[in-house]
């Protein structure tokens, strides 16, 4: 059989099954067969406001009508990145940030890493470059995120990777205490998501993050949370760190920052590495993307953000997460699975020992809901934040029946 031309991410080269999807509206798809699906992943984790949005849609056209794109580097700028980036700097969960466009999550990683570094060079400290990250994490699959992840089988054979990180057991502060007395003087950052997302959803322990916070404090390192998938409303705060009492020096964010309408990620750039950047009038910032301040990206963003504010959407990450937990918790009572970890708007369900997390969302599938198996044999749920309660039922039901017939085959 002929295959198609199109190579799919994170997918087997020789896959030619495909559910085509044609169209959407809130939290619902249908594919070109007419099948009804709840999109209980948001897509990918960043479809906050749901699909079908006349009105992104409409202002991203009028953009592209008037101007479609126009680079930033050196001395070109456009007003919605302009505006874009004074409405992040209000909502960013530390003072005086500024903000540093990319277009992806992988791209805001790989920034804040150079920044991080960046940010000792600038004050005669090249040397202190090692970046330190957790089990699990998943940052991206550019090689600085690829490095920093915590996914085994996502580093194998791509290397050499990058040189000074360090990928710490996740939730062992003791770990982090005794690096960082080993080689403190060395870390410029760490890296942390503030729930643990694609690796499995998995929340922190209590205290955890604050007790980082205050590690890199003692040592003079920065923390860089990668707020790319809890930013924008996902556990409840407009960020992850908020949420858990944190405040990071770089920030990465991408998904519900546009909910993916067009592609755009970036970094809060908070004081202590902007008073670096700013100190030198001679130096030039030699880092940036073609599409950085893209006017037609930044133009959905800001639509997204408004429908975000207007429609008060982060308030409903904790009805979700309510509705889902208790739904999902019955199911591990019930011995149906094996745990659930979450927070806000984002779950995952471990399956019990023997139970495939790709046969349930098959048949899940089947039964006209889309979640996502990822590490661990988990079934993970991330919701547009917009669903209705008669699809959230829909969701927990159908996952009911799929854990029930995977343990009675
Ligand atoms: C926490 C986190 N960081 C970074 C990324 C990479 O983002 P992208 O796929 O947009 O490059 C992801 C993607 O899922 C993510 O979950």
Known sequence: MARSAFLHPFT???????????????????????????????????????????????AVAAQMRTLEAFH????FTNDPAEQLCERLAALAPMPDARVFLTCSGSEAVDTAIKFARLHFAWQGRPERRIVVARDRAYHGV????????????????????????????????????????DRGE??????????????????????????????????????????????FGRLGSWWGSQHYGVEPDLVTFAKGAS??????????????????????DTRVLRHGFTY?????????????????ECEDLPARASWIGERLFGALHDLVAEGLAAEVRGE????????????????????????????????DHTVAFCPPLVIDEADL??????????????ADP
Not at 292 to 308: E, K, Q
Not at 393 to 405: L, Q, Y
Request: proline content about 6%; aromatic content about 6%; some cysteine.
């Open 142 to 181: 550019t090689y600085g995120g690829t490095s920093a992840q915590g996914i085994p089988p996502n580093k194998e054979n791509w290397g050499p990777l990058l040189e000074d990180v360090v990928v710490l057991d996740a939730d062992d502060p003791i770990a982090m205490k005794d690096l960082f007395a």
């Open 259 to 280: 909910s993916g309408y067009l592609p755009l990620g970036g970094v809060l750039v908070g004081a202590a590495v902007r008073e670096v950047f700013e100190a030198d």
């Open 12 to 58: 087997r080269p020789t896959a030619s099954d495909f559910v085509d999807i044609t169209r959407g509206e809130g939290a619902v798809v249908w594919d070109s067969e007419g099948n009804r699906y709840v999109d209980a992943m948001a897509s990918l984790w960043y479809c906050q406001v749901g699909h079908g949005r006349h009105e992104i849609a409409d």
């Open 344 to 375: 806000g708007g984002v779950w995952g369900l471990g399956m019990n020992e023997g139970v495939s997390a790709v046969a349930v969302r098959d048949e899940m599938l089947r039964n006209g809901v889309i979640p996502r198996p990822i590490a």
């Open 292 to 308: 950085s301040g893209h006017p037609s990206a930044c133009t959905a963003a800001l639509v997204n953000l408004d429908i975000l």
């Open 186 to 231: 060395r870390i410029a950052a760490v890296i942390t998501e503030p729930v643990q997302g694609a690796g499995g959803v998995y929340p922190p322990p209590e205290g955890y993050l604050r007790g980082l916070r205050e590690l890199c404090d003692e040592h003079g390192a920065l923390l860089i949370a990668d707020e790319v998938v809890c930013g």
């Open 393 to 406: 039922d829909h969701v927990v039901s159908v996952t009911r029946s799929a854990v029930e017939s995977a």
């Open 72 to 75: 930033t580097f050196e001395m």
